[in-house]
T-cell receptor, first 108, second 115 residues
Framework: RKEVEQDPGPFNVPEGATVAFNCTYS??????FFWYRQDCRKEPKLLMS???SGNEDGRFTAQLNRASQYISLLIRDSKLSDSATYLC?????????FGKGTMLLVSP | DTGVSQNPRHKITKRGQNVTFRCDPI?????LYWYRQTLGQGPEFLTY????????KSRLLSDRFSAERPKGSFSTLEIQRTEQGDSAMYLC?????????????FGPGTRLLVL
């Protein structure tokens, strides 16, 4: 059974800070991963895919470490609007296995 | 709006009643998924369809739950004899499988409260 573990937080950071989240996954055969963002009482929305070579999209960088079976998300220059829950996802052939999410609170 | 839509957005029911939710996927997407999310948890997979065929069901999907996608377009999820433990957000997602990573797009969810 696939499992994805995340620190639930909350991570409290000031605007402009850099913050990093990690998650670990149990299935060594897993190939594809995502980070989703979920605002309170809203649906999850895809933030970015995670590649072995790393993936950068503006202020966001995702990395995959297959040897240690963990995935990271780095957010630079945090904005108030980054406050949300970040869900780490293991994508199997057809279904997604979500972690419980890490809550980020960015304060002025 | 061409995203995934779900109806109703909220449902309050009494224990023992049956409820049915509807999901309309993005029009060209042939895969449709149902998830359930409770407070403090990530979404948990329930079942998925490719076109009209139901290809996988989680063990979370007890025999009180049934999902259909009769024409390969919209889907319904029915819960019979609801229990208080069924209270959750029910999320629908759709995707178009192809090469590379497959992205699932989520609807706004149906929030169920069983009294």
């Amino acid at each position: 059974r696939k499992e994805v573990e995340q620190d639930p937080g909350p991570f409290n950071v000031p605007e402009g800070a850099t913050v990093a989240f990690n998650c670990t996954y149990s299935n060594s055969a897993s190939q594809s991963f995502f980070w989703y963002r979920q605002d309170c009482r809203k649906e999850p929305k895809l933030l970015m895919s995670v590649y072995s070579s790393g993936n950068e999209d503006g202020r966001f960088t995702a990395q995959l470490n297959r040897a240690s079976q963990y995935i990271s998300l780095l957010i630079r220059d945090s904005k108030l609007s980054d406050s949300a829950t970040y869900l780490c996802v293991d994508s199997g052939y057809s279904t997604l296995t979500f972690g419980k999410g890490t809550m980020l609170l960015v304060s002025p | 709006d061409t995203g995934v839509s779900q109806n109703p957005r909220h449902k309050i029911t009494k224990r023992g009643q049956n409820v049915t939710f509807r999901c309309d996927p993005i029009s060209e997407h042939n895969r449709l998924y149902w998830y359930r999310q409770t407070l403090g948890q990530g979404p948990e997979f329930l079942t998925y369809f490719q076109n009209e065929a139901q290809l996988e069901k989680s063990r979370l999907l007890s025999d009180r739950f049934s999902a259909e996608r009769p024409k390969g377009s919209f889907s319904t999820l029915e819960i019979q004899r609801t229990e208080q433990g069924d209270s959750a957000m029910y999320l629908c997602a759709s995707s178009l499988p192809g090469t590379g990573q497959e992205t699932q797009y989520f609807g706004p969810g149906t929030r169920l409260l069983v009294l």
